[in-house]
Each structure stands twice: as structure tokens, then as C-alpha cells.
T-cell receptor, first 112, second 111 residues
Framework: EAQVTQNPRYLITVTGKKLTVTCSQN?????MSWYRQDPGLGLRQIYY???????DKGDVPEGYKVSRKEKRNFPLILESPSPNQTSLYFC???????????FGDGTRLSIL | GQNIDQPTEMTATEGAIVQINCTYQTSGFNGLFWYQQHAGEAPTFLSYNVLDGLEEKGRFSSFLSRSKGYSYLLLKELQMKDSASYLCAVRGPGGYQKVTFGTGTKLQVIP
């Protein structure tokens, strides 16, 4: 089954404790993105990647890191999480920029 | 930068037609997407417009006017399951995957 898999689905943690949210896709997509979704602000792009070892900043990259060492994986790293990063996070992938994005089921992060 | 505007909420009756508008102001434009998002779920793709005109796909149609910075999503024969948020997203400028979403329109379908 074609899918984008995120883990964990839910996480409650504390300020400053490094965490990684994994994202994996099995569709051989070149393009992958991370978004956060907050009430009243909609989906905002954090980082995107056009291929292995090629990443670029979206609209809200501060406080986040990504890497794309393999085509299928695109982890999101919060080196020192803060409460303002409490949000619902989505990973997405597509064959190309003009192709529809397939979204993972989301990761709800709470930073206390 | 990108600025995308959509109505926050709309209500429509089952069986009716509803039009959800999206206006955008961008420094570059490479296409416009519409996604549907049910509460608590991931967005799913509905349509993509890159040229002016109407794209029809079953009960859903999407229109684009690049000169006016305007798009709409038309939903016909509304069903209760169409109650969801509808997200307008503009691609570009910059890298192919630089996408900016509007805040979404929450549609409630009532009997």
C-alpha cells in the first residue's frame, strides 16, 4: 500500500529535550516536505527536499533541522524543543512539484 | 512573499452547490492546489490548476484566473461527508516544492 508513515503519532515531552520525528514513504517520491498546522494559521511549510542531500527552508524553519540521506526518509529534528513548537506536524511527499502531495497521518507534539 | 485568503467558515445544505473562493497575491506562481481535510485527518488532494480555466472532476470543479489571482472550488450535489476543511495552496516562487497554504475554509453541510 502506497503511504507516508510518520512516527511517533503523539508525543509529550519537555523543553530542551532533543527529539526526532521520522517520516518514510514507499512511493519512490523525489519531493518531501514537513508542515506544521496550528489553529487559525493553517499549514505552514517548515522544510522541503527535492532529492537526496537537497533541502531548503520553507516559511517557518527556525528551531528545526532536517536531513535527506536516503530517498525514502526525511526526518524532522528538534534540537532544543520549546513550547511554541507544540503543534500538529505533517510530512508529505510527491513525484514532482506539480504532482499532488501525499500526507502522513500527522504527529501531535506537546512541548511542556 | 505569498498572501492567500479564503473564507474561514461556510455552511451549505445537503444536495446544494457551494463555491469556496481563494484569492492570492504572490511574487511568483507555478500552480494552485485544492486539498480536503476532515477533522483529525491528513489533507487529501482534490485538484490542481496551472492554466486559466475550469477543471472538472466528478462533483468537484476548480477554476483559476491567474490575471486576477483568483481560484474557486465548486462542490455540487453536496453530501454530509463533504463537511470538512478545504485548503487552497499556491506553488512557488522558488523551488518546485515551495508551497504556501491558505488557512482553509471549514465547510459544514447541514440536512
Amino acid at each position: 500500500e502506497a503511504q507516508v508513515t510518520q512516527n511517533p503519532r503523539y508525543l509529550i515531552t519537555v523543553t530542551g529535550k532533543k527529539l526526532t520525528v521520522t517520516c518514510s514513504q514507499n512511493m519512490n517520491h523525489e519531493y518531501m516536505s514537513w508542515y506544521r498546522q496550528d489553529p487559525g494559521l493553517g499549514l505552514r511549510q517548515i522544510y522541503y527536499s527535492m532529492n537526496v542531500e537537497v533541502t531548503d527552508k520553507g516559511d517557518v524553519p527556525e528551531g528545526y533541522k532536517v536531513s535527506r540521506k536516503e530517498k525514502r526518509n526525511f526526518p524532522l529534528i528538534l534540537e532544543s524543543p520549546s513550547p511554541n513548537q507544540t503543534s500538529l506536524y505533517f510530512c508529505a511527499s510527491s513525484f514532482g512539484g506539480e504532482q499532488p502531495q501525499h500526507f502522513g497521518d500527522g504527529t501531535r507534539l506537546s512541548i511542556l | 512573499g505569498q498572501n492567500i485568503d479564503q473564507p474561514t467558515e461556510m455552511t451549505a445544505t445537503e444536495g446544494a452547490i457551494v463555491q469556496i473562493n481563494c484569492t492570492y497575491q504572490t511574487s511568483g506562481f507555478n500552480g494552485l492546489f485544492w486539498y480536503q481535510q476532515h477533522a483529525g485527518e491528513a489533507p487529501t488532494f482534490l485538484s490542481y490548476n496551472v492554466l486559466d480555466g475550469l477543471e472538472e472532476k466528478g462533483r468537484f470543479s476548480s477554476f483559476l484566473s491567474r490575471s486576477k489571482g483568483y481560484s474557486y472550488l465548486l462542490l455540487k450535489e453536496l453530501q454530509m461527508k463533504d463537511s470538512a476543511s478545504y485548503l487552497c495552496a499556491v506553488r512557488g516562487p522558488g523551488g518546485y516544492q515551495k508551497v504556501t497554504f491558505g488557512t482553509g475554509t471549514k465547510l459544514q453541510v447541514i440536512p
